[in-house]
């Protein structure tokens, strides 16, 4: 199974200046229980503004510069054979960004896993828009703001609908 994981504002925006767009710590809490012990697939920007490999995760990094090189990932010229060692490894894939790797995979995926942060941004890097017929939500939990977290926030599942 393909799933896509991404946190986004209210208008797709996933980022700015490599960066990400807030500081939520039950979506981090969220994200690295629902990733680890998984290979996960990221563009190379995306694998620069976090700055390490992520723990108890292949980190498999999708770039097209032969001469780049970082220890303790997989590094792969393309999505394809990203997937390909990818599902060699675990059964249960996570695609986590960035924006063009999002649009590379979106067609790919079987299930989409969103923060949908309650506000908008002032992102450069947006995730496609979602297809509602294609993808159904089959879940969603909100969460307030509070302390911690800056801004109202639910995590929502899509499913890819069974094609006729």
């Not at 946190?7 to 700015?16: E, K, P, Q, R, V």
């Not at 990400?20 to 996960?40: A, G, M, Q, S």
């Not at 694998?47 to 220890?71: A, Q």
């Given at each position: 199974m393909i799933t896509i994981i991404v946190a986004m504002g209210l208008d797709n925006?996933?980022?700015?200046?490599?960066?990400?767009?807030?500081?939520?710590?039950?979506?981090?809490?969220?994200?690295?229980?629902?990733?680890?012990?998984?290979?996960?697939?990221?563009?190379?920007?995306?694998?620069?503004?976090?700055?390490?490999?992520?723990?108890?995760?292949?980190?498999?990094?999708?770039?097209?510069?032969?001469?780049?090189?970082?220890?303790?990932?997989?590094?792969?010229?393309?999505?394809?054979?990203?997937?390909?060692?990818?599902?060699?490894?675990?059964?249960?894939?996570?695609?986590?960004?960035?924006?063009?790797?999002?649009?590379?995979?979106?067609?790919?995926?079987?299930?989409?896993?969103?923060?949908?942060?309650?506000?908008?941004?002032?992102?450069?890097?947006?995730?496609?828009?979602?297809?509602?017929?294609?993808?159904?939500?089959?879940?969603?939990?909100?969460?307030?703001?509070?302390?911690?977290?800056?801004?109202?926030?639910?995590?929502?599942?899509?499913?890819?609908?069974?094609?006729?």
């Amino acid at each position: 199974m393909i799933t896509i994981i991404v946190a986004m504002g209210l208008d797709n925006g996933i980022g700015a200046d490599n960066q990400l767009l807030w500081h939520l710590p039950k979506d981090l809490k969220y994200f690295k229980e629902t990733t680890t012990d998984h290979p996960i697939i990221m563009g190379r920007k995306t694998y620069e503004s976090i700055g390490k490999p992520l723990p108890n995760r292949t980190n498999i990094v999708v770039s097209k510069r032969k001469d780049w090189f970082e220890e303790g990932i997989l590094i792969v010229g393309s999505v394809k054979e990203a997937l390909k060692f990818a599902k060699k490894m675990n059964e249960n894939i996570f695609v986590i960004g960035g924006g063009n790797i999002y649009e590379q995979t979106i067609d790919l995926a079987d299930k989409l896993q969103v923060t949908l942060v309650k506000t908008q941004s002032k992102a450069e890097v947006f995730f496609p828009k979602i297809n509602l017929k294609v993808w159904d939500k089959t879940a969603e939990i909100c969460h307030e703001k509070d302390d911690k977290n800056e801004y109202d926030f639910c995590f929502q599942t899509y499913e890819r609908k069974e094609s006729i």
